[in-house]
């Protein structure tokens, strides 16, 4: 899996775009696979954080942080950095890591995460009971179907 689908959802999305066709599809739709879409949920989600834009102001720019530390200082350490850390995406199965953390866990790509994680919401998923109104409907339509049937 590429960033084919993630350069199409952005500029879709950069166009003004509120709906990108596709997510968890691959083979032009023919095939759906579940890790896919988590991993294109992952990539979506970051899209949308991107078109956010990104918050410039006296404070976000850490001017007095810069001179305070200077070029080869600590800025981690800083409550501002701190208190803007999460301002970033929050990817939850592309890892970031450096790559001597990432092979000492086992090296596994991002399909493989996704695929773990596709799996952990398939077997905890529970639905959410219709509201009786819409019971009530989707009841009407059987029951008119049964009896135009003769059933």
Known sequence: MGHEKTLTALA??????SYVYGAGMTESGV???PAVLVMDDEWIAMIRHFLGGINVNRETLGGADIAAVGPFGDFLSLPSTYAHMREQSQPRIMDRRVREE?????ATDMYARARVRACEIIESHEREPLDEEARRRMRAVVERADKERGS
Do not use: H, R, V
């Open 102 to 106: 990432w092979e000492s866990d086992g």
């Open 12 to 17: 879709a999305a950069l166009a003004g775009a």
């Open 31 to 33: 095939t759906f696979d």
